[in-house]
């Protein structure tokens, strides 16, 4: 499986991205999703994951109630919706694909983005 995020950019805090990760080269609905992050000097953390079907989703404590993870399996996409930023949401974030159910830990999953950067300005 082949994924490819994209979406990133500058913006300022309070304002709002949508990320996009295409998945293509296997079955995108056989595939629990993450989205993880990772800010400079900073180990890769978990920041949301979803289910095969769409219908569980978990969130990390730091962006429960301001970023919505959706997929759509029709267009083998998987979304990051992301309001309210804040400076501290600056990171490159990562999209990544596992077989096995969705997981917090990102040694469980076995196919990864290239990272798109999102910058959050003050």
């Known amino acids: 499986v082949q994924l490819q995020a994209s979406g990133g950019g500058l913006v300022q805090a309070g304002g709002s991205l949508r990320l996009s990760c295409a998945a293509s080269?296997?079955?995108?609905?056989?595939?629990?999703m993450g989205w993880f992050r990772q800010a400079p000097g900073k180990e890769r953390e978990f920041v949301a994951g979803?289910?095969?079907?769409?219908?569980?989703?978990d969130y990390s404590d730091s962006v429960k109630g301001r970023f919505a993870i959706s997929r759509d399996n029709a267009k083998n996409t998987v979304y990051l919706q992301m309001n309210s930023l804040k400076p501290e949401d600056t990171a490159g974030y990562y999209c990544?694909?596992?077989?096995?159910?969705?997981?917090?830990?990102?040694?469980?999953?076995?196919?990864w983005g290239q990272g798109t950067l999102v910058t959050v300005s003050s």
């Open positions: 979803i289910n095969w079907s769409g219908g569980m989703t």
């Open positions: 990544a694909a596992t077989i096995g159910g969705g997981s917090r830990y990102s040694g469980s999953y076995d196919y």
């Open positions: 080269g296997g079955t995108f609905s056989s595939y629990a």
